[in-house]
């Protein structure tokens, strides 16, 4: 089951160093940041120019793709280009399907990306039954087509990263393994063992994919094998396919600050549909939030792990009205710092109160609780919404829901017969609490820490109480000051969507009212459970951060179908610039819209096109009506 040093206490897991140029990764290096061009390959101006930006903006490592003969080629005069400016940053070609274009390109660039999926195995969505025999000769087939690219990379000190997309698994891996991280494992395992008999280690490892809960359990159980095998490759971290704005940003934070919190991970990529140089203070951002997680205070070993980190299944927690059991997890805000609460101030959790029609309007992103402490509301609330008083206060109103202490839960006998909130952390949690609550079917925990190592400590607690047999809710609750807007979207999705990624916490509250607005702070939280797929509550795009092979402009595209699809609650739409990786990345989308040439679009129903060489100018109101025919489309309220 190991897959880090430690669930408790923060290292860094000790990689071997690979140099890719005059820049080492792995090893005792920092954490690298990198990023991918936009420009067509053989625009070299372009490439050029966009590459610069990325390197001035902290990129340390700069991606661009080679899909073909010609381009790795071109890849010189960039490079020269590059040289020529006083600019020596390492360069790595992207590859997909053409090995002579990576023979080519590892003569001349740093370091070259292969993908195992698409580089000389088969993606056509097919079926095949495999005998263990007619297996290996695949295999077989493979290490002669892989064998010429690894000696070359050996013979010019050309670094290579073996790097496994969930979506383009290959047809062979999907019969044998399914859509799985074993299958995403197993196929750069396969890659790695050619590469180690031919005594080549200049290697570093990904395990991408747009869903969060897949890329960090493939990860770790990368890490799993490799220790298995005596192998400690530097590793690459990145959700491919994250998306724009908030949500790529969330997204991007919950899957690369599950595995950076375990101390995995060398290099880092935010992939953005924005431009590239944005990714970077994105990513710069997202390793801030862990300088200080070495000096963290101790948190106690854990001798039973309960839970298996290579696949999701969700704490069973007792049913406490619409908290814990089956229920999704819930939103909990906190007003209690304010200095008056109105029926406006509710706006900024989903109720939009009428005065003509005397009703709320609830939204889909409608806080569940909010917590005011010794506030009187003179007015009526909304009837979904749960008001939390501070236990003296609920005792006179008797309305509403108390807010304990662990010290009054444990000494008063007054309590609520539906719901008990009791505010808590780690070294609160004694055995007398413990023994208490055993029996008590109305408690809810929230819970805190002030530890810098946040997941750790969060983390033992749900293990003691899994440990003990105790299935009481628990609101995972983190407090800021004094960091940015971004900084608390980057810090709260790592902290919280951690542990929400290995099913624990029934909700979670955010504190940050010095940091940002109730409006987003209330966004911010189902865009956390959102990213963690705990509970939808709105419309999920999959698109990718645009390359070289991009066939329209993916910012302008996303925001087109945005506009028109964000009313739409629960359905995944990707939006794919090409066809070399459009079809496999976004098989989780329930709608696929994908560049297949110039001016050209396909659009898929999952795995399938439904039709072919659309004009680009009619292309989303084809989705549109696609959406429409399968019954997912509702009309904007």
Partial sequence: M?????????????????????????????????SMTTANTMDTLATVEESIRMIEAGCELVRITAPS????????VIKDELLKRGYTTPIV???????????????????????????????????????????????????????????????????????????????????????????????????LRICRDEDYHEIILSMKASNTRVMVQAYRLLVHEMIKEDMNYPLHLGV???????????????GIGALLADGLGDTVRVSL??????????????????????SHNLVQKIDKYPLNPFEYKKRETNSVFNIGGKSVPIIKADFSHKKKISPASFFALGYNYSVPLDKWHISDMAADYVYVGDHNLDFEVPGTLGIIYNYDKWKNLKKGYPCYTVNEYLEVKEKSEKINFVQINYSALSDDLINIIRTDNTVVLLLETNNNNAVAELRRFFIKLINNNLKTPVIIGRRYKNISDEQLQISSSSDCGSLLLDGLGDGIFLYAPECSSDQKV???????????????????????????????????????????????????????????????????????????????????????????????????????DLIKEHGDWVEKK
């Avoid at 790529?248 to 919950?254: D, E, F, H, P, T």
């Avoid at 096109?609 to 989705?623: F, H, S, T, W, Y």
């Fill in 273 to 294: 549909t924005e431009a590239p140089e944005f990714e970077m203070p994105v990513a710069q951002k997202l390793l801030t939030h862990f300088d200080d997680y070495e």
């Fill in 240 to 254: 491919t396919e994250a998306g724009e704005g908030e949500d790529g940003r969330i997204k991007s934070a919950v």
């Fill in 522 to 624: 209330n966004s911010l939280g189902f865009g956390i459970l959102q990213a963690t797929r705990t509970r939808i509550s709105k419309t999920e795009y999959i698109s990718c951060p645009s390359c070289g092979r991009t066939l329209f402009d993916l910012q302008e595209t996303t925001a087109k179908i945005r506009k028109v699809t964000d009313h739409l609650k629960g359905v995944k739409i990707g939006i794919m610039g090409c066809i070399v990786n459009g079809p496999g990345e976004m098989a989780d989308a329930d709608y696929g819209y994908v560049g297949t040439r110039p001016g050209k679009i396909t659009l898929y129903k999952e795995k399938n096109i439904v039709r072919k060489n659309i004009e680009e100018d009619e292309a989303v109101d084809a989705l549109i």
């Fill in 93 to 191: 070609a992207d590859i997909h399907f053409t090995p002579n274009a990576a023979e080519i390109a590892a003569r001349i660039v740093e370091k070259v990306r292969i993908n195992p999926g698409n580089y000389a195995d088969k993606k056509k969505f097919e079926e095949i039954e495999y005998t263990d025999k007619s297996y290996q000769e695949e295999l077989k087939r493979i290490k002669e087509k892989f064998i010429p690219l690894v000696r070359i990379c050996k013979e010019h000190k050309t670094a290579m990263r073996i790097g496994t997309n969930h979506g383009s698994l290959s047809d062979r891996i999907l019969s044998r393994y399914g859509d799985t991280p074993k299958g995403m494992v197993e196929s750069a395992m396969e890659f």
């Fill in 2 to 34: 190991k897959y880090c040093n430690s669930l408790t206490s923060y290292s860094r897991f000790k990689t071997r160093e690979v140099m890719v140029g005059e820049v080492g990764f792995g090893g005792n290096n920092p954490i690298r940041v990198q």
């Fill in 69 to 76: 003969k010609k381009e790795a080629q071109n890849l010189q």
